[in-house]
């Protein structure tokens, strides 16, 4: 199907995806931390005759021409090195430097904090150009997506002014620093603390699984204020530089032989009261919100999930495979991937009628990760026995990228929180069903 053919399909859809709008009243108005206008028309907007339109506007279609031309000028032609080992690392790091002197690192982010001051929607076509290019996987992703829509959201003005540049321009790296050994689904059970000195706090404890630790130069986690505070309320959010004393960062090599992973210990680390987010013994709410974003819009784009189906249909034609069970999982694949960047509009729409998402996120964290394996045990599927060749062997399809692409996508069930735990989200919380 055409790309005209597919706005053409959705625009039929009506009264199903989206809410009536609340009427917009009086002049744009600027959503915190997004970049994005609020519009008299919303997008996907509805007519009197409440159909939605799924289509750009102008300016809009002119943006993803730029993007689109910048990609085709810059994406490096070879693959990257891995960027979960140190030298792809340093690698990924030298394009978002690219990225952000061509103002595309944070496209959404007002100006003043290194972004383009552009809308969420620019935002999610940006996103599509950037996985149809198949430009390299973002690094920096653990500050920009996930750390950044916190500090918008509870960051001081002053952190918003140090922190959000840097991170932007690819300069300070960041790690996330919330599971501990004994602490992963059941996060507010965790043990590193926090004791309050003179002007600060004093950290100890363990962290573990923090990806490209070894590599990054700061890390957000939660650390516990108050030992005799309920499990949830005397958790407090830090952010730590690395290479701050007291901190020992041990690299975890993982199955592929990259060291994705980092386990970071804490002996008296000493943090100024301003590297708190939000209030001291609020850190769970604080979090709540990273997860949100790490499950749910920020971390996981539709064009992600759009370009892998796109290029799974060209396997697909490529291989001359005529099994009817394999050409129905294409077909999935490419609905799903549909499915979900439809979904993305409403939330998008919702947010920008001022809604916040929360629990819900989990329902999508579910759908993206399930999804993503589906579609990468589909291209196996096709590929069959040469599916095994890895990136090293000549005759492996797309570099041994589906294999690759596999073997991550088996990690999305757990990472960001188990999927088990977010159908126990999901039960309790957006159905209100009970505990037991
Ligand atoms: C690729 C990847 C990247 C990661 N990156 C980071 C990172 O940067 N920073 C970080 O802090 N962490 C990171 N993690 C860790 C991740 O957050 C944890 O692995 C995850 O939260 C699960 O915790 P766990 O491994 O301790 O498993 P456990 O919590 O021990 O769970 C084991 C199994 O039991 C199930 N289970 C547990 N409790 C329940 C329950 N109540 N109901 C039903 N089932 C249950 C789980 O679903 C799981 O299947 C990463 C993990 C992966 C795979």
Known sequence: MSAADQRRACAKLKHVLVERPRRSNGPDQQVAGTGASRRTALRPHNDPGNTVDLNWSDSEERFRSEVRAWLAANVPTEPLPSGDSREGFAAHIEWEKKLFAAGYAAVSWPEEYGGRGSSLWEWLIFEEEYYRANAPNR????????????????GTDEQKRRILKPMAAAEVTWAQGWSEPNSGSDLASLQSRAVRVDGGWRLSGQKTWCTRGSFCDMVFGLFRSDPDAQRHSGLTYFMVPLDAEGVTVRAVERLDGDEGFAEVFFEDVFVPDTDIIGEVNNGWKVAMATASSERGLSLRSPGRFMATATRLIDLYRRSG???????????????DAQAYNITTLQTVTRML?????????????????????RTHKTALDILALSGELDEEAPAADSGGAWLKGYQFALAGPIYAGTNEIQRNVVATRVLGLPRK
């Not at 050409?327 to 490419?334: F, H, K, L, Q």
């Open 139 to 154: 690094v920096t992703q653990n500050g920009i997506f996930l750390l950044a829509p916190t500090l918008f959201e509870y």
């Open 321 to 335: 495979c005529s099994d009817a069970r394999i050409r129905d999982e294409v077909i999935r694949a490419w609905m």
């Open 353 to 373: 009628d001022g809604q916040t998402i929360t629990a819900e996120s989990s329902l999508t964290k579910i759908f993206w990760s399930d999804m993503d394996v």
